[in-house]
Each structure stands twice: as structure tokens, then as C-alpha cells.
T-cell receptor
Framework: DTGVSQNPRHKITKRGQNVTFRCDPI?????LYWYRQTLGQGPEFLTY????????KSRLLSDRFSAERPKGSFSTLEIQRTEQGDSAMYLC??????????FGDGTRLSIL | GQQVMQIPQYQHVQEGEDFTTYCNSS?????IQWYKQRPGGHPVFLIQ?????EVKKQKRLTFQFGEAKKNSSLHITATQTTDVGTYFC????????????FGKGTHLIIQP
């Protein structure tokens, strides 16, 4: 069990650019979640997948955000036309069904 | 939508003192989970409570789930410097909403 892996760890980009993050969940977990966390706040749910199906999306997930999980393994989260307000830590977590979620170390996004 | 509130936001204690954080949900929860996040780290699962009125202990940590399944508490006896971090409660409300809703957390600061 190598845990949940996220890359890159840090991403600095100019406003208006597109960015993509990757998450590799724990292999036997069928659920994968994306959260966003800003300083001093708890993680905010963005979306989740059960296997390859995206089953729920938060209203926080604007049209500029898209997530995929091809083949039910790794997942990518893309943000198009980044804005200042997108600066945050993007956390990925995985679980088996409703079992407790295991979080990765996150990708810290900074928008210049 | 569901809201999860935690108090206090910050708690300063002397090493050896006890600490309690309280969590309240605006809706009845199917279960509640507690996570700890060290500075610079990611949330790490501590425990899950499912039954109304449930009490669970982990060494110096005692977790309670309210009878109405809308509130919970975490109590740490005789804090140690290793307890430093932010403690989050998180819940599923059920009803098709499968993303965890986190509270804002209680930041525990320990003075030696």
C-alpha cells in the first residue's frame, strides 16, 4: 500500500492558463474524491468517482473545472482559464465504498 | 445544503491540559468521521462513529456521537506536543450526497 499519490506537489501558473493535476489512488479503492482546501478552512468537496463514473459534482465546481477517471484508476483534475480565486490546495482522497477516506499530500496551486 | 460547524476555531492549552472540540451539523448524519491535519500535512483519518450515542476511545482521545446524530465531540486528555494540529469533523448526510462535508476545524496549539 503506497498510499494516495498526487502530482505535481506545487504548481505556479499565470492567470488565464490551464492546469492539470493527477491523482493515483490506493489500488483497491473504488472511490476517488477531489477536495479543495484554502488556508484556515476545512476541505471542500468538489467531485467524486465510483470506478470510472463521476457520480456527484459540487456547485463549487464551475464550468472551468473538469475531472476524469478513465478506466477507474488514476484521475485528473483540469482547471481552464485559471483565476486568482483558484489558488488553493487541491486534495485527492480514495476509499473503498463508504469506508474512511485516505488523502494524498495535495497539489498546491498558486496563481500569479 | 448541509453545514458542519466546529467550535472553538482555535484552542491554546498548556501541555498536560485537556482539550475538547465540538461539532454540530445542520442535518442528521448517517455517520461522522474525525480527521487530524498536522501543519503542512494532509488530513489523516482518526475514527468513524455510526450509532446514536456512540462513544469510542483511542488512548487519550475520546469521541462521542450525539443521540440525535447531529453533534459530536472529541476530547483529548493530558495533551502532548504531538497532539498539535487541526482536528476536523466530517459527515455524510446521506440522501444521495456522497461527498464528505467538513467543518472548518479546531486548531490546537500547545504551549510547553
Amino acid at each position: 500500500d503506497t498510499g494516495v499519490s498526487q502530482n505535481p506537489r506545487h504548481k505556479i501558473t499565470k492567470r488565464g492558463q490551464n492546469v492539470t493535476f493527477r491523482c493515483d489512488p490506493i489500488s483497491e479503492h473504488n472511490r476517488l474524491y477531489w477536495y479543495r482546501q484554502t488556508l484556515g478552512q476545512g476541505p471542500e468537496f468538489l467531485t467524486y468517482f465510483q470506478n470510472e463514473a463521476q457520480l456527484e459534482k459540487s456547485r463549487l465546481l464551475s464550468d472551468r473545472f473538469s475531472a476524469e477517471r478513465p478506466k477507474g484508476s488514476f484521475s485528473t483534475l483540469e482547471i481552464q482559464r485559471t483565476e486568482q480565486g483558484d489558488s488553493a490546495m487541491y486534495l485527492c482522497a480514495s476509499s473503498f465504498s463508504y469506508q474512511p477516506q485516505h488523502f494524498g499530500d495535495g497539489t498546491r496551486l498558486s496563481i500569479l | 445544503g448541509q453545514q458542519v460547524m466546529q467550535i472553538p476555531q482555535y484552542q491554546h492549552v498548556q501541555e498536560g491540559e485537556d482539550f475538547t472540540t465540538y461539532c454540530n451539523s445542520s442535518t442528521t448524519l448517517s455517520n461522522i468521521q474525525w480527521y487530524k491535519q498536522r501543519p503542512g500535512g494532509h488530513p489523516v483519518f482518526l475514527i468513524q462513529l455510526v450509532k446514536s450515542g456512540e462513544v469510542k476511545k483511542q488512548k487519550r482521545l475520546t469521541f462521542q456521537f450525539g443521540e440525535a446524530k447531529k453533534n459530536s465531540s472529541l476530547h483529548i486528555t493530558a495533551t502532548q506536543t504531538t497532539d498539535v494540529g487541526t482536528y476536523f469533523c466530517a459527515g455524510y448526510s446521506g440522501g444521495g450526497a456522497d461527498g464528505l462535508t467538513f467543518g472548518k476545524g479546531t486548531h490546537l496549539i500547545i504551549q510547553p
